[in-house]
C-alpha cells in the first residue's frame, strides 16, 4: 500500500518561501499513477484542500485562498510532487499533507475533495511568524 512521506515544513517569516516535498517511501510507486493533492490543517480548524496536480502533470488546481501564491509540481525524474509556498502569511500556518488516489495510465483532472483520496502523509508542520 502506498504511503507518502512529506517533508520541508518549518517556520518562516511573513512574506517568506517554503518548498514542501511529497514522496512514495516506498519507491516501487510511482507517483505518476496518482492523482496528488496537498492539504492543510490548523489548530481549530477543518482540513482545507490547496492544490492538486493530475497523473498526467498537464492539470492542476488550486483553492482562491492560495492562488497565485503557491504552485504545485511534478519531479518526474525524483519521483516527488512538490509545493512551493511563496508570500506566506501567518494564517497560512497548519499542518499540511500530501494524498494520493491511484488512476493509473488515463489521464485525469484532480479535485480538492479530501475523501476522494486513498493515501495520506502523516503530515508536516508550517509555522508562520516573526
Known amino acids: 500500500q502506498l504511503q507518502l512521506v512529506e517533508s520541508g515544513g518549518g517556520l518562516v517569516r511573513p512574506g517568506g518561501s517554503l518548498r514542501l516535498s511529497c514522496t512514495a517511501s516506498?519507491?516501487?510507486?510511482?507517483?505518476?499513477?496518482?492523482?496528488i493533492g496537498w492539504f492543510r490543517q490548523a489548530p481549530g480548524k477543518e482540513r482545507e484542500g490547496l492544490s492538486c496536480v493530475s497523473n498526467s502533470g498537464t492539470s492542476t488546481l488550486y483553492a482562491d485562498s492560495v492562488q497565485d501564491r503557491f504552485t504545485i509540481s511534478r519531479d518526474k525524474a525524483k519521483n516527488t510532487v512538490h509545493l512551493q509556498m511563496n508570500s506566506l502569511k501567518p494564517e497560512d500556518t497548519a499542518i499540511y499533507y500530501c494524498a494520493a488516489r491511484w488512476i493509473g495510465d488515463v489521464s485525469v483532472a484532480c479535485n480538492l475533495w479530501s475523501p476522494y483520496f486513498r493515501s495520506w502523509g502523516q503530515g508536516t508542520q508550517v509555522t508562520v511568524s516573526s
Open positions: 516506498d519507491s516501487g510507486f510511482n507517483l505518476d499513477y496518482y492523482v
